[in-house]
C-alpha cells in the first residue's frame, strides 16, 4: 500500500494507474477507522481496480463547539487496517497541505442541509461539501464510497454530484454493527460502559420502527412517536431529533409510500450519535 | 467541428480524444462571439490539442435588473466563427440541459468578489463560479482559458481553482481592442454611433494611467483620480468604479510595487462596460 501524504504524491499515483487503464476508487474518512470503514474499502474494491483512501479529521466541518481536537485519532493502527483490507494508496495530508492559504472558496448546498443533522450542525455540510469536492478533484475517483450511517451527507454528496455535474458515481454502503446491534462510529470510544449499554436503544427504536412498517403502519407521525417513545424510556439517552424523510429529497413525509428514512440522533451522555433505518417496500 | 447540445455527447468526445492522448483546452463563452473569444480560441490552441468552446448565456450569472434577456445571441453565426478559427468541437445546452432540476449546490468565492464588478453584481461570481465549475466537470480540460478582459473573473476562478484543487490550468488572455481602442465585448452591439464613440473615453482614461505610471507615478489615488478626471470630461459616460488593485487578491493599493490592475466600469447610455490595465514593472 502506498502511503502519501502530499496532494502532488496523490496525483503522480492516480496518473499512473490510468495510464494503464484503471479504475479509481475512493473512500473518504476522518480515520479511527473500525468495521464500517472497512466495509467500504471493501465496496470500492468490488468497484473499482484502484482502492484509494483518505484519512483526514476535516477541521472546517466541525463547529465551534464540537469535538475536533478531541475527535479520536490513531493513524498507525489505521495505515495498518487499511494495507490489512485491501487498500491501494492511502492519503494522509496535514491542515496545512488541504488547506495552505486562506480559503475563499466554498461548495454549498441548501435546503436538504437545514434538516436532521444540519439543522444542529451550522457549517458542518458546507465543510463536508468542500473537502468532498477538494478531495474528489484530488483523485478525480470514477467511483466513492460513503457510509449509509451518515444519511443526509450520502443524500447531500449525491445532490452536489448531480448539481455540479461532478464526473463520479456516488455509492451508499450499509450500516454495519457491532454484535449486539449498535452501529459502529469511530464516537463510540467516548461511551462509558453504562453508556454504551444505554446506546442500544438507538437501534432497538429502529427495530421498532421496522416491525410496524412490516406490519403495515403508513403513517409517519405514527411511527415517530413509535420510536421516540423507545429512546425516552432510556434514562441516559436524550433526543435530538427523530424524522421520517424521503431518503433523496430529505422532504419530511407524512404517508410512507415506496420508501423512507427514519433517522434518529441522540446524546449518550455528552456524545452523540447517529442511526437510521433505510426502509422500502422491497426490503 | 463537432457541434453537441448534450453533456452526454461532450463526455463521449472528451473520453475519446484522451484515450488517444490528447490534452483538452475549453474556452467557456456566452456566445455571440468576436475577435477577443477567437483570440482565446487561438490560445487554447496554442495550449491543447482539442479545443472546445460551450456557448451558453448562463441565466444565474445575471441579476433580476440585468440584460439576460435581451444579452444578444447568433448561434449560427457563432458556429461558423468557432469553425472558421479551428475549434474542434462546440458545447450549446439548453438552460434545462444544464440545470435540469432544482438546483441546490453553489461553489462561492468571498472576499474578492465583493469588490470591483461583484459590488454591483451581488450573486454574480456565485453564478460564474458555478457554471464553470459544471464545465470543468463536463469537460475535464486541462487547460482552461479566459479573456483578461474581466479581470475579476480571472482573479475569482484562479482563486476557486487554487481552493478547490481543481485540476485545471487557467490561462488569460490579453484584452483585444478595436482599431480604435474600444474594448472588445459581445454589449458594444447596445451601443448607440455616438454612445459608441464616447465609450472611447475607457480605453483613452486607461492610456493616460499607462501613460503616468511610466512616468514613475506610484501612488494608487492619484493615478485614479487622473483616470476619473477623463472619463467625467465625456458627458455620456458615467463612472461606477475606478479602482487600483493588486491583480491576484483585488486588494486596493495606496503605493504601486511591482504590479496593480486599473480596473473601470462605466456606463455609457445604458450600457455597462468595463476595461482595464494589467500594469507590471516589467512591461
Known sequence: MIVVKK????????????????????????????????SLVKK????????????????I????????????????????????????????????????NERLTTVSVIKITNKLCGAYRPGHFDGVCTVVTKLFNIFTPDIAVFGQKDAQQVAVIKKMVEDLNIPVKIIASPIVRDKDGLALSSRNVYLSDDERHAALILNKSLKEAEKILKSGERNAENIISRVKNILESEPLCKIQYVSCVHPDTLEDL??????????????????????????????
Open 44 to 59: 470500492a474494491r468490488e468497484n473499482s481496480d484502484f482502492v484509494c483512501a483518505s484519512v483526514f479529521v476535516n477541521p
Open 61 to 100: 466541518q466541525f463547529g465551534p463547539n464540537e469535538d475536533y481536537n478531541k475527535y479520536p485519532r490513531d493513524i498507525e493502527r489505521d495505515i495498518k487496517l487499511l494495507e490489512e483490507n485491501g487498500c491501494d494508496l492511502v492519503f494522509i495530508p496535514s491542515v496545512e497541505e488541504m488547506y495552505p
Open 7 to 38: 496532494i502532488s504524491d496523490v496525483r503522480e499515483a492516480i496518473k499512473a494507474q490510468k495510464a494503464q487503464g484503471k479504475t479509481i476508487g475512493l473512500v473518504p474518512t476522518m480515520g479511527y477507522l473500525h468495521e464500517g470503514h472497512l
Open 254 to 283: 407524512t404517508a410512507i409510500n415506496d420508501k423512507a428514512l427514519i433517522a434518529i440522533a441522540c446524546y449518550i451522555g455528552n456524545t452523540r450519535l447517529i442511526d437510521n433505518l433505510l426502509w422500502s417496500v422491497d426490503v
